[in-house]
């Protein structure tokens, strides 16, 4: 049995740390980092088009004034999500997601919980684009 440290298929004699690979670079663990990070941006982005669609009747309730333009804004940018969420293979769709968090923000023109959601989901993306630098680096 070889130690965590040791490939089998390394060579006698050449000594490796497991985090780093020829060529000094460094090594983030995972089989795919590239299918780990698009998984990462996908589920943001659906969890936001749910929390988006389930968010409407509770504003409604709650008192606030949405009217059908402003119900269809926020469908628009729930399918919005959802499309992004199977484009992530597309390097532009993670630029595409930062407009989309933009345009949650300034739906927050039309009632003031979609600026606190625009705000949540506008931190989740920027997490998940720190972890997409540090693991494709």
């Given at each position: 049995?070889?130690?965590?440290e ?57 008192g ?67 972890v ?6």
């Open positions: 049995m070889t130690g965590p040791q490939r089998p298929d390394a060579q006698p004699g050449s000594e490796q740390s497991g985090s780093e690979q020829s060529g000094g670079v460094r090594r983030s663990g995972l089989r795919n980092p590239d299918r780990a990070v698009r998984g990462l941006g996908a589920g943001t982005l659906a969890l936001e088009a749910l929390v988006l669609l389930l968010a409407i009747q509770p504003i409604r309730v709650v606030g004034d949405l009217g059908g333009a402003a119900i269809g804004v926020i469908v628009a940018l729930a399918v919005a999500c959802v499309v992004l969420a199977g484009m992530m293979r597309r390097p532009w769709a993670w630029h595409a997601g930062t407009v989309l968090q933009g345009l949650l923000l300034l739906s927050g023109l039309l009632h003031w919980s979609l600026f606190g959601l625009g705000v949540i989901f506008a931190l989740v993306w920027a997490y998940a684009l720190h997409r630098r540090v693991i494709l680096g």
